[in-house]
């Protein structure tokens, strides 16, 4: 089993920056972001595994840029160029494996809102 806590939601205006951080509760291979919006389905958002994989849906990408700690038990998410559109409720999501892209692993965050206003 693995706990993940997300933190750093918030509210920020377009165009500014926000960072969101998924502490694991052990080091584990892959590691991402997914999001959900009132009314639509959980979005898979970035990935990253401990063999180098990073890989963004193309409607953050150039955005927003994942990362983790070299003990691979924390994930970032630095939000640049925030837009209204990415206001959702994000979640961390961890795997000790591989799925492929936007393939989900079995271990949830609770979540943690943004909301992009002005």
């Known amino acids: 089993q693995v706990q993940l806590v997300e933190s750093g939601g918030g509210l920020v205006q377009p165009g500014g920056s926000l960072l969101l951080s998924c502490l694991a509760s052990?080091?584990?291979?892959?590691m991402g972001w997914y999001r959900q919006a009132p009314g639509k389905q959980r979005e898979w958002v970035a990935a990253?595994?401990?063999?180098?994989?990073?890989v963004y849906a193309d409607s953050v990408k150039g955005r927003f840029t994942i990362s983790r700690d070299n003990a691979k038990t924390t994930v970032y998410l630095q939000m640049n160029s925030v837009k209204p559109e990415d206001t959702a409720v994000y979640y961390c999501?961890?795997?000790?494996?591989?799925?492929?892209?936007?393939?989900?692993?079995?271990?949830w965050g609770q979540g943690t809102q943004v909301t992009v206003s002005s």
């Open positions: 052990r080091g584990i291979f892959t």
């Open positions: 999501n961890a795997d000790d494996t591989w799925r492929g892209r936007s393939l989900p692993g079995p271990y």
């Open positions: 990253i595994t401990t063999s180098g994989i990073i």
